[in-house]
């Protein structure tokens, strides 16, 4: 769950009972449903009958599916039938994918085609890629944000990501359930949990939480229902889940990557980014789909940012002869399991030669999230959510109090299990972006958040911070209240600078547990350097095992 809404947020609404999500999963058996399950959904599933491939689709790549596409050995078709019928079979326990596209088959065709007669169009041609179900398609595919209000907005343009993924040769193969509103419609909301998709389960233990807001596409990665899924981020959701489901996640500099046609919480903080199984796919899809997009002033620089070829992000060499700062304050010494798993971390960043540095810790700052953050974040959604609804064709509510009336019409399938502080709280601002008030917010969280990070980092002259990501999944429920564990993304989100999470290693021998490097604006390749040098060398991540529960000890 974002640490956004859990600790300043939950802070600033008291906190009630909680709703228990897990009565179906009751009969569950420990091991991945066989074909006969039906999948839940809106779109049909052309894939059922899919014939098996000769590929692992939990562990290969996109350049290992890339070469057997160009070496004749599998093409796009085939390889898209086999990840909807894998959607067929595994989504019914896991919830992760809340549509399917019913033109993925025919986009697939078209891929061979092109494939075929021209050559590849780029890095993903042919390569199926979920998206999280509140980036804008211009296509038979809804986008909801997971709310029941928006099921009938029709937007006419792809946003900017969905076209540079198409351009690059991708096939989009549906979208994925996501905490509603990306978790900022009230600070008791479930983790995962949409009025549209229902509940999403973690695939590493089915009980637990996946975590979000970019639950399923965090679950259908690590699941393998798609090569990579993109996710959403403003603060942690991508990286929690990412963490909670043994998945690297990528959430990069503000302006690398557009937010044109995405539903926002605020164009401060929000960002897109892959997830995947390894950081070869994320970096890979976070090179396809940045690039500066005249319609968000933020991206001018996302051009230039990234090198030309991907390949150059994957050096196993990359933390040879670089200082990493250690983040252990309000990290470790609170799990047994995360200590365990961190500690065998930074042995290995010694044995790739970096130079370890204790004690570089960044400072948080309550009274920056309490004071500064929550208002202004408040005002900015209103603003942005006021502009999307505007801007979005279709028979939909057209503003923010209408979002709130409808959710009191539908209270029975919208409102069941929380509320809608944040909306109501949101409303009760003005939006307006140029009050000095506002403003001054603003400047103060953002300027703490980047000091917090640039600071540690030219103090101790490092390459980068690592720190434990989060601690393991939490049971699928409300998890409000206080938490002894810091957050790790709060202030890279609010600072607007890059983050990822990379599989560490497991708690109680089940429970994904992910590590981070953190740095400054637009080192956004360098993290990934690392991520990668880290993971050829911490062969960390196993296969989910769809466990009901966690074994008693």
Request: glycine share 8%; with cysteine; net charge neutral.
């Amino acid at each position: 769950m974002s640490p956004f809404v859990t600790e300043p947020l939950r802070r600033a609404v008291v906190a009630v009972t909680s709703v228990c999500l897990l009565a179906s999963l009751a009969a569950c058996a420990d091991q991945a449903p066989s074909s006969s399950d039906a999948a839940p959904g809106r779109s049909s599933r052309p894939g059922a009958g899919a014939p098996p491939l000769a590929v692992d689709l939990d562990r290969v790549t996109i350049v290992d599916l890339q070469r057997a596409m160009n070496g004749e050995e599998l093409t796009s078709e085939q390889l898209t039938r086999a990840y909807l019928e894998r959607i067929r079979r595994l989504n019914p326990r896991l919830g992760a994918v809340v549509d399917t596209n019913p033109d993925a088959i025919a986009l697939a065709r078209r891929s061979d085609t092109v494939r075929g007669s021209k050559g590849s169009r780029g890095p993903l041609e042919g390569i199926p890629v979920l998206l999280k179900e509140n980036i804008d398609t211009a296509d038979r595919q809804p986008t909801t944000a997971g709310s029941e209000a928006l099921s009938k907005a029709e937007p006419t343009k792809d946003a900017f990501l969905v076209q540079r993924l198409r351009d690059a040769g991708a096939v989009i193969l549906g979208k994925t359930n996501m905490s509603e509103w990306a978790n900022f419609r009230s600070p008791r909301a479930i983790a995962g949990w949409s009025g549209v998709g229902g509940q999403t389960h973690n695939p590493y233990v089915l009980d637990r939480s996946p975590s979000g807001s970019s639950s399923g596409s965090a679950v259908a990665a690590a699941a393998g229902l798609a090569a990579v899924t993109i996710g959403t981020e403003t603060d942690g959701s991508i990286v929690s889940p990412a963490s909670m489901t043994s998945t690297v996640g990528f959430k990069p500099t503000l302006g690398m990557v557009s937010r044109s046609g995405i539903v926002p919480i605020t164009e401060r903080h929000d960002s897109a980014g892959p997830i995947a199984r390894n950081a070869t796919d994320a970096a890979l899809t976070l090179w396809a789909i940045h690039g500066s997009d005249p319609a968000d002033a933020e991206t001018a620089r996302a051009d230039a940012e990234l090198p030309a070829d991907y390949r150059t992000m994957l050096d196993r060499d990359a933390l040879r002869g670089k200082r990493v700062g250690v983040w252990r304050k309000g990290h470790t010494g609170i799990d047994p399991d995360v200590d365990r798993v961190f500690a065998a971390t930074v042995k290995r960043l010694k044995d790739l030669g970096a130079t370890v540095v204790e004690g570089a810790d960044v400072p948080s700052s309550p009274t920056m999230a309490q004071e500064h953050l929550v208002p202004a974040v408040l005002t900015e959604f209103k603003h942005d959510i006021n502009a999307y609804l505007a801007a979005t064709p279709g028979s939909h509510p057209k503003d923010l109090a209408g979002l709130i009336a409808y959710n009191k019409q539908h209270a029975r399938t919208e409102m069941a299990l929380f509320g809608q502080e944040l909306f109501e709280m949101a409303e009760k601002t003005d939006g307006d972006l140029s009050d000095p008030v506002h403003r001054q917010h603003r400047e103060t969280a953002t300027r703490t958040a980047r000091q917090a990070i640039d600071g540690t980092l030219a103090k101790y002259r490092l390459d980068a911070i690592i720190t434990p990501t989060e601690l393991p999944a939490p049971a699928v429920d409300y998890q409000g209240g206080a938490t002894p564990f810091t957050s790790s993304s709060q202030n890279s989100a609010v600072a607007g600078y890059p983050h990822v999470t990379v599989p560490g290693g497991y708690a109680e021998g089940a429970l994904p547990l992910g590590v981070s490097f953190l740095g400054t604006r637009f080192s956004d390749a360098r993290l990934l350097s690392y991520a990668y040098a880290l993971e050829q060398v911490t062969p960390a991540r196993t296969s989910p095992r769809y466990l009901s529960t966690l074994p008693s000890r």
